[in-house]
Nanobody, 124 residues
């Protein structure tokens, strides 16, 4: 089992940047694919980014491609989400998630472990 703790959320103006971090417990972090998801009020949770356990291959939906970058530091058991050129529609609670044994997982159903979430608010 792995415990995930997100940090780095906050209030930012449109066009600004934030970097989210997700610290994971345990000694097998490198064996997990890590994902970021977000959920706005009244909306379903949606995929934002993922980084594989092998070769750190990254995946993004079109809505954030070119603006968000996911990375991982296996030595620190941490995954990051750098968010640039933020828009008001990026406002949501952002969650990190983990799944062991997969190299490709883009839906919330595929992830076994979740953090508590961190609020990101982008003002216009």
């Amino acid at each position: 089992q792995v415990l995930l703790v997100e940090s780095g959320g906050g209030l930012v103006q449109a066009g600004g940047s934030l970097r989210l971090s997700c610290a994971a417990s345990g000694r097998t972090f490198s064996s997990y694919i890590m994902g970021w998801f977000r959920q706005a009020p009244g909306k379903e949770r949606e995929f934002v980014a993922a980084i594989s356990r092998v070769n750190s291959r990254t995946y993004y939906p079109d809505s954030v491609k070119g603006r968000f970058t996911v990375s991982r530091d296996n030595a620190k058991n941490t995954v990051y989400l750098q968010m640039n050129s933020l828009k008001p529609e990026d406002t949501a609670v952002y969650y990190c998630a983990a799944r062991q044994g997969l190299d490709y997982a883009l839906t919330n159903y595929e992830y076994a472990y979740w953090g508590q979430g961190t609020q990101v608010t982008v003002s216009s």
